[in-house]
């Protein structure tokens, strides 16, 4: 099933905290052009997820984040 279709052990890669890892993944339903096009990882376990400090966001952060500039997105 993985094999054509995004699973959300597939697609939590791409919100890795490790560039390497996030910059991979990115079908939210369709993993099969992930994999054509080389931007597929197959790795199983992700340490850690989210955005700059990895510590979890509120709802005003998030739909602040467009807003920000890149360092205060570092920051949170």
């Avoid at 939590?12 to 054509?36: A, P």
Wanted: one cysteine or more; a positive charge.
């Amino acid at each position: 099933w993985g094999t054509v279709f995004t699973t959300a052990e597939w697609h939590q890669l791409h919100h890795s905290l490790e560039r390497s890892e996030s910059d991979s993944n990115y079908g939210c339903s369709i993993i099969l052009f992930d994999r054509l096009f080389g931007t597929f990882n197959g790795n199983a376990h992700v340490a850690r997820i989210g955005n700059g400090s990895g510590r979890p966001l509120s709802l005003k952060d998030q739909f602040m984040l467009p807003f920000r500039s890149n360092s205060a997105l570092k920051a949170l």
